[in-house]
Antibody, heavy 121, light 107 residues
Framework: QITLKESGPTLVKPTQTLTLTCTFS??????????VAWIRQPPGKALEWLAL???????YYSPSLKSRLTITKDTSKNQVVLTMTNMDPMDTATYYC?????????????WGQGTLVTVSS | DIQVTQSPSSLSASVGDRVTITCRAS??????LNWYQQKPGKAPNLLIY???SLQSGVPSRFSGSGSGTDFTLTISSLQPEDFATYYC?????????FGQGTKLEIK
């Protein structure tokens, strides 16, 4: 059974850097075709894909946020970390991590529960 | 970037109704189109991947079709637990954009 859980600060100040950790179980990020993605959702708004890291350490970022995002994986700890610099109140959102498997055409087939991050001074 | 546009943005229907939600991509995405269901306060749940493949555990009343730029999600007979927001997502090219969502409400 695949599970993922996001952790990190619930409140950050404008201009600070946000660091979120996705801790997962039930799969290995060293298995061919597997990836972990980050997606966010501002309150009452739609989903926005942010970043994706694959088993071979290939990384993809949303072009509109690429300059602010870094995604890394720690296979031994079963963790994926997302950092976002220069946080702004517009970045207030629930942040989700999700599993991406080759068996489901790379769709996001299992999601974490999400963590709400508020950006405010 | 490939834009994906869902319609309608909201929909009222009754239990037992047949419902169709559409998703249009700004360019061809072949069959790289996924559908998710999200209930209030919960994470999204994958329903359909690769246009028409039903995710394990998802009821067979859900189905998907289409190719190229035009796709549909159909619920053959609405159940009370189906009232939620539905999102399509293209997985063809970066950025892997989501539609704006369709909120399905009880009539």
């Amino acid at each position: 059974q695949i599970t993922l859980k996001e952790s990190g600060p619930t409140l950050v100040k404008p201009t600070q850097t946000l660091t979120l950790t996705c801790t997962f179980s039930g799969f290995s990020l060293s298995t061919s075709g597997v990836g972990v993605a980050w997606i966010r959702q501002p309150p009452g708004k739609a989903l926005e894909w942010l970043a994706l890291v694959y088993w071979d350490d290939d990384k993809y970022y949303s072009p509109s946020l690429k300059s602010r995002l870094t995604i890394t994986k720690d296979t031994s700890k079963n963790q994926v970390v997302l950092t976002m610099t220069n946080m702004d109140p517009m970045d207030t959102a629930t942040y989700y991590c999700a599993h991406s498997g080759s068996g489901s055409f790379g769709s996001f087939d299992t999601w974490g529960q999400g963590t709400l991050v508020t950006v405010s001074s | 970037d490939i834009q994906v546009t869902q319609s309608p943005s909201s929909l009222s229907a009754s239990v037992g109704d047949r419902v169709t939600i559409t998703c249009r991509a700004s360019q061809s995405i072949t069959r790289y189109l996924n559908w998710y269901q999200q209930k209030p306060g919960k994470a999204p749940n994958l329903l359909i991947y690769a246009t028409s493949s039903l995710q394990s555990g998802v009821p067979s009343r859900f189905s998907g079709s289409g190719s190229g730029t035009d796709f549909t999600l159909t619920i053959s007979s609405l159940q009370p637990e189906d009232f939620a927001t539905y999102y399509c997502q293209q997985r063809y090219s970066n950025p892997y954009t989501f539609g704006q969502g369709t909120k399905l409400e009880i009539k």
